[in-house]
């Protein structure tokens, strides 16, 4: 069969992700279509050859990194295939899942579809929108990140303060199972009856099984999604490729935002920075006024983060554009605000300054961004920095190849999060390891990064992760709130889940996919043994 | 020290409108933001503030709500600003821009320092500041890098050029206009902003200023716009579908097919070249320089005439025949060895102004020089080459003849009513071609980028012997003799010491290459920039780039394509993840172009000789596959 092709080395870039996780596969397969897709999955079913599915290969776990078997790559599935208005007047529109993010948005903003192959309904609807006038929230760093990537690991992102995650914008997916079926699932209509599942298939087949006895995390979390009565596409949303492939999705658009507009502070130490996000995010503190806005999204670079910019800069001639840091800075937090009337920004500016003032801040070590040009900028800079950690762990690799990126996005709530900031900070300072922590503060989970130079640094970076994890197992969070367990984060979900919750998810897993081909290799560690 | 700074609010996207009856700008209901270029004025003047004490005040011409621009100058560390706006003013051409504001600036006490922004995004004519400069009798330098030292009295600048850098002592006041490259415009704090909110914006009408009723605005300008219309470039378009390989096998085999014409065109170009140039009825060429006709200033390089004169000649002469006028290359300085070469590419005449040797060809000499030789001739229209002096001489010398410029021409053609120059150019970043005429004032001046015209005749031909006229005798019948007219130029004042020259570092020049992999904003990271460079390699080409990622900083200016950029004429240009928006296709001058784009839309499909709807990485790995 043509569709599917032995591997050689033209496609060894399909072997790993953005983590650097290096994985093997003895085939590769580019389905253009569901058709295509499913014809691969039976053939996978019947020869026993485990798959791992691939979007863009922007993931940091390893999901993508393909453990043997056949690379399931669905770039060539990359259309937007129509979209529909709803009675409540929500706008949803269907893409194959290896749909970049970046096209999504661009489409959206300039109104440029490939309307091909669409019904009337969708042209229909196409004629009634704007330009700019819908957007799609989830706002994950990597915009080259495909759909079904970020459905897979139900990826968040900055603005998901205000938007929530990947989870909550999708409507409706089309998954083909493990033995080339096919599930039309929609939210709102397919449900679990309590714990019960009685899944139809396309076909009229009937998938029927129990769901594990437990929920879990009510935090955000990238992992599996269990409750009573739950949706059954939530099932596939967050489970990395091991309960089923998604061929379709169906994602619900919000009206753009009028204006979007953001400013950076540099604070002279964490703690100043921390007071900052809790005022921003709206818990009361003495003494300091009120945030004037909720804000769409939070990030936070620590001092390592910006020196290793700063570093960054004389190398990399692209970031000489960069701007240029106040004096004696420590670290910076980057607010994002929406507004309908960009004429009440001197307003929201001045209420801004008291707040910097109380917390000890400086309304002078400021960058203000109040259009798209200067937001640019400003969101430039936040993409330095895990650019510049794909550029450092790269060399790295080139004298130790187990290096991979070792970044943690665990999440907790907000009465744990300075707790857990703490920790990461003591525990990273006891050791001497290069590390920096920057991310999405406003969701309680930033991202630790340590930058192992060797083998051992690298080991022993999995060792603070694993405390860590049990850290925030003990608080009651997420060890992967957006990127996933992967293959780099397995043993971080045995730790959150526990052998046994595990063990019932697995099964979960396996009536769903009675041979074990789905997804080899992630969540579960080498999953024939749970 | 007291520092100006000149400012302009554009439109934040050029897909503005133009009033279909007056043809000026709709500048109501657009959303406006500080021109880009600009920004690096303004900050360069607060960096210099904070060096060496003094004030900032920017300027401004423009509607009322030009204030919020000023505001934000404000906001970056400006300390004042000074708002004109008048009805009075609306419809202004470059040169009553350059006067109103050097009318403004007088009454405010002239500066020891007026910075400007390179050009702006919306007129992109770079014109404002050498007229200002020429308006307030300063001497200007163009496209400064980075201002080395600066005091009270004088600095030291170092300055682009079409050869690499100089760097250049200025005596103080002077004004400069400066690159993106000369530093990285600040964000403002929150603290500044609310300055910037608070601040008082002085605001000057037209009797503030002093300027005459009718001298300014549309009245007060010497080009009128005639025509503005969406620009249409069509080409038949092949599409290559299937899979990236075979979109890959295809277009190799399509380019394969294509290769004989290529090398025909090449046997075309010599055998033109070698052909003697197309003349006008030959008994009426003339043996003195009359009135009305049409001059080419010939820039010299360190190698010789810019190859650019030549094309000028050549359009100048099929103008010429039209106009039944000759044809008079003009040559400021040099030796008259150069002037063969002219006469051989369409020149009846040369006129030579004699001038003290100089390291550099400075604005205000060659201004002078060129305002006598006018002032005695009287020519119809005058060409210029859009190098990077010619953009710099051109408005300084509009500004002192008081006639209308029109820059980066793409067509000219004389209307055969009127017999006025009708000048054709790109505006709003291309999204508008509008047609400009300058009727009232003479002469009609232009500039044209390299390239965009061709040259006729060539340096093959067996150099003639130079005869020399220093009056007007009897004019030699045979066919390819040299008429040399010599004027003796007084000493001028300059602009500018000379102090070295900084050779550009070794680049490829994409202004040569017959094969060009142009990647744009869609090319999708940096491992498909490498790809690219390693297809060019293969096919023994260079990478050149669109905008956005000049910009960005991703690709060297040096790399870029388009009307800011290069004008370049390869026999293949193969763009990757490129719109192709006009502005981006005015620099492009290909014998075969093909497009690789995702979106079906991108207008650069319209323009493509062979369209592949494809991802550029996946393209360019089957590609470099089987290549």
């Not at chain 1, 200067?374 to 800079?381: A, H, K, S, T």
């Not at chain 2, 010429?320 to 150069?338: D, H, I, N, R, S």
């Not at chain 2, 053609?413 to 004032?441: K, S, W, Y």
Request: include cysteine; hydrophobic fraction near 40%; proline fraction near 6%.
């Amino acid at each position: 069969m043509n569709l599917i092709r032995k591997m050689s080395a033209e496609y060894a870039d399909y072997l790993f992700d953005e983590s650097r996780t290096m994985g093997s596969a003895d085939y590769i397969a580019f389905p253009a279509n569901e058709e295509e897709l499913a014809e691969v999955v039976r053939w996978c079913a019947e020869k026993q050859v485990p798959l791992t599915a691939q979007g863009a290969l922007t993931g940091l776990a390893g999901g993508a990194s393909p453990e043997r078997g056949l690379v399931l790559n669905l770039q060539r599935m990359n259309r937007i295939l129509g979209m529909r208005k709803d009675p409540d007047g929500i706008y949803y529109v269907r893409v194959q899942p290896g749909l970049r993010l970046a096209q999504l948005r661009r489409a959206l903003a300039v109104k440029a579809f490939d309307v091909a192959g669409w019904d009337e309904e969708s042209i229909g609807t196409l004629k009634e929108i704007a330009p700019g006038q819908l957007f799609f929230p989830p706002d994950p760093t990597e915009p080259t990140a495909s759909i079904g990537g970020m459905a897979s690991c139900n990826a968040c992102g900055a603005r998901s303060v205000q938007y929530g995650c990947t989870r909550a914008h999708i409507h409706a997916l089309r998954v083909v199972l493990a033995d080339g079926r096919i599930a039309d699932l929609e939210r709102g209509k397919q449900k679990a009856d309590g714990r019960k599942i009685r899944m139809q298939t396309t076909d009229g087949n009937m998938l029927e099984t129990t769901l594990p006895s437990f929920e879990t995390p009510e935090i955000k979390d990238a992992g599996f999604f269990i409750r009573q009565n739950m949706d059954l596409l939530d099932l596939f949303i967050g489970s990395q490729g091991t309960m089923g492939i998604i061929s379709e999705l169906e994602l619900k658009l919000m009206p753009a935002p009028k204006h979007l507009w953001g400013v950076t502070a540099f604070f002279p130490d964490d703690e100043c920075a921390l007071a900052y996000v809790r005022v921003v995010k709206g818990r009361p503190d003495p003494g300091v006024p009120r945030f004037p806005r909720p804000a769409a999204s939070i990030e936070f670079f620590d001092k390592n983060a910006l020196d290793m910019v700063q570093r960054q800069k004389a190398v990399t001639p692209a970031f000489r554009q960069l701007q240029e840091l106040p004096e004696n800075y420590c670290s910076a937090v980057y607010v994002e605000l929406n507004d309908d009337d960009p004429g009440e920004i001197p307003e929201v500016l001045t209420a801004l300054a008291e707040v910097l003032t109380a917390v000890g801040g400086d309304p002078e070590r400021t960058w203000v961004a109040r259009d798209a040009l200067e937001l640019e900028q400003l969101l430039f800079f936040r993409h330095s920095v895990p650019e510049t950690i794909d550029l450092i762990v790269e060399e790295n690799r080139k004298k130790e190849p187990c290096i991979t990126i070792l970044s943690t996005d665990m999440a907790v709530d907000d009465d744990h999060f300075d707790e857990l900031f703490h920790i990461y900070k003591k525990d990273l300072q006891a050791s001497d390891l290069p590390w920096i922590i920057f991310g999405h503060i406003g969701e309680n989970h930033v991202h630790p990064n340590i930058l192992a130079r060797d083998r051992r640094e690298y080991e022993q970076g999995h060792q603070i992760f694993e405390k860590w994890a049990r850290d925030v197992h003990r608080m009651g969070g997420s060890i992967s709130a957006e990127h996933g367990a992967g293959k780099i984060k397995r043993r971080l979900a045995l730790i959150m889940y526990g052998e046994e919750r595990l063990k019932e998810l697995y099964a979960l897993k396996r009536a769903f996919d009675p041979q074990g081909i789905l997804g080899p290799g992630n969540i579960f560690e080498n999953g024939e043994q749970v | 020290m007291k520092i100006y700074v000149c400012v302009k609010q554009v439109p934040a996207s050029n897909e503005t409108l133009l009033d279909p009856v007056t043809h000026t700008i709709i500048r109501e209901g657009t959303q406006s933001i500080l021109n880009p270029f600009d920004s690096y004025a303004v900050e360069e003047a607060v960096r210099i503030k904070a060096r060496c004490g003094g004030t900032v005040t920017a300027f401004t011409m423009g509607i009322p709500s030009a204030e919020g621009t000023l505001r934000r100058v404000i906001a970056v560390g400006a300390d004042n600003a000074v708002l004109l706006t008048d009805r009075a003013f609306a419809g202004s051409d470059t040169l009553a821009t350059a006067r109103t504001l050097a009318a403004a600036m007088k009454r405010k006490g002239l500066p020891d320092l007026i910075l400007c922004g390179r050009m702006a995004t919306d007129g992109d004519t770079a014109q404002v500041g050498p007229m200002l400069a020429e308006c307030l009798d300063l001497p200007h330098v163009s496209d400064v890098a980075e201002i080395e030292e600066v005091n009270e009295t004088e600095c030291v600048v170092r300055k682009m050029t079409d050869d690499g850098y100089v760097r250049l002592r200025v005596r103080l006041p002077v004004l400069l206009t400066v690159l993106k490259e000369i530093n990285i415009p600040r964000l403002p704090s929150v603290s500044g902003v609310l300055r910037g909110e608070k601040a008082e914006v002085a605001r000057m009408n037209r009797e503030d200023t002093g300027m005459e009723a009718g001298k300014t605005g549309l009245n007060g300008s010497a080009t009128r716009v005639v025509r503005t219309e969406r620009p249409v470039i069509t080409r038949e378009t092949v599409w290559i579908e299937g899979t990236a390989r075979e979109q890959a096998e295809k277009l190799k085999g399509y380019l394969g097919s294509r290769n004989g014409d290529s090398t025909d065109l090449t046997e075309t170009t010599e055998k033109e070249n070698s052909s003697t140039p197309p003349r006008r009825v030959q008994d009426d060429r003339k043996t003195e320089i009359t009135p009305g006709g049409i001059w080419v200033y010939c820039e010299q390089g360190p190698e010789g005439i810019r190859p650019v004169a030549y094309e000028l000649l050549g359009k100048a002469t099929g103008l010429a025949g039209e106009m039944k006028q000759t044809v008079t290359a003009v040559l400021v300085g040099g030796a008259e060895e150069e002037a063969v070469s002219l006469t051989a590419c369409g020149a009846d005449q040369v006129l030579l102004a004699e001038i003290p040797a100089e390291e550099l060809p400075d604005e205000r000499v060659h201004t002078a020089a060129l305002e006598k030789l006018v002032g005695k001739y009287q020519p119809a229209i005058l060409l210029l080459g859009a190098t990077a002096f010619g953009r710099s001489l051109a408005p300084r010398l509009a500004a002192r003849l008081e006639t209308g410029l029109t820059a980066d021409c793409t067509g000219l053609e004389i209307d055969p009513e009127t017999g006025l120059l009708r000048q054709t150019r790109p505006a709003f970043g291309g999204n508008l071609m509008a047609t400009i005429v300058c009727p009232e004032h003479k002469p009609q001046m232009a500039t044209v980028r390299p390239k965009v015209f061709q040259r006729i005749g060539g340096l093959s031909n067996r150099p003639p012997t130079p005869l020399r006229h220093e009056y007007i005798p009897e004019r030699s019948v045979q066919p390819d003799a040299v008429n040399i007219f010599r004027e003796k130029m007084e000493t001028a004042e300059r602009c500018f010491e000379f102090l070295e020259r900084i050779p550009a570092a070794e680049e490829t020049d994409i202004g040569t290459a017959d094969v060009l992999i142009s990647v744009g904003q869609g090319i999708g990271g940096a491992e498909n920039i490498a790809m690219a460079e390693e297809l060019a390699r293969k096919m023994g080409g260079t990478v050149s780039s669109s905008r956005p990622l000049v910009d960005s900083g991703v690709m060297p200016y040096s790399r870029q394509v388009g009307q800011t950029g290069k004008t370049v004429a390869p026999k293949l240009y193969l763009a990757l993840g490129i719109s192709g928006a006009i502005q981006h296709m005015a620099g492009v001058a290909a014998k075969t172009i093909v497009a690789v784009n995702t979106d079906p839309d991108a207008p650069i499909f319209g323009c493509a000789d062979f369209a592949v709807r494809s991802d550029c990485g996946e393209f360019l790995r089957a590609m470099l596959d089987e290549n």
